[in-house]
């Protein structure tokens, strides 16, 4: 199994493992080098001032500790018949990372059981 699929595999079981009340179920996994980072899941709690929920790439990514470090991020999302459903982050995810991070590249699930990215370093020109 490649790097990328058992990362992905990993963040799958994090979401997994959230409350099958939620809405979304999303998870992100951030690693640098061979290490894992951190782990994030979404939250319908804690919420921003603006209405917006925490979102798994966002919880991933402490901005005091993690911020200046440049990994790489994998996201799942579950859905709540248990299947993985596509997990591409939003547009305020990823806007969020490519000025407020220094993440590589995010890797997200896709339904068919293959995975997508996303270059961030390119989006930073
Ligand atoms: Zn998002």
Same mark, same amino acid.
């Given at each position: 199994?490649? $790097?990328?699929? $058992?990362?992905?595999? %990993? ?21 640098? /080098?061979? !290490? %894992?980072?951190?782990? /994030?899941? =979404?939250? #319908?709690?804690?919420?921003? !001032? =603006? ?5 798994? #790439?966002?919880?991933?990514? *402490?901005? @005091?500790? +993690?911020? #200046?470090?440049? /990994? ?10 248990? *299947?993985?459903? %596509? ?7 990823? *806007? @969020?990372?490519?000025? #407020? ?10 339904? =068919?059981?293959?995975? /997508?990215?996303? *270059? +961030? =370093?390119? +989006?930073?020109?």
């Amino acid at each position: 199994m490649c $790097r990328v699929t $058992r990362r992905l595999d %990993l963040a799958t079981k994090i979401a997994a493992s959230a409350p099958i009340t939620k809405q979304y179920r999303l998870a992100a996994v951030f690693y640098k /080098g061979g !290490a %894992l980072q951190s782990i /994030g899941q =979404n939250s #319908e709690e804690a919420a921003f !001032a =603006n209405g917006y929920t925490l979102h798994a #790439e966002r919880a991933a990514i *402490d901005p @005091w500790t +993690l911020k #200046e470090t440049a /990994g790489l991020l994998y996201v799942s999302r579950v859905r709540s018949r248990g *299947d993985v459903s %596509l997990s591409k982050p939003c547009q305020a995810c990823v *806007d @969020w990372l490519v000025t #407020e991070t220094k993440v590589k590249r995010v890797f997200y699930t896709m339904p =068919n059981g293959g995975h /997508g990215s996303i *270059d +961030l =370093n390119s +989006l930073r020109k």
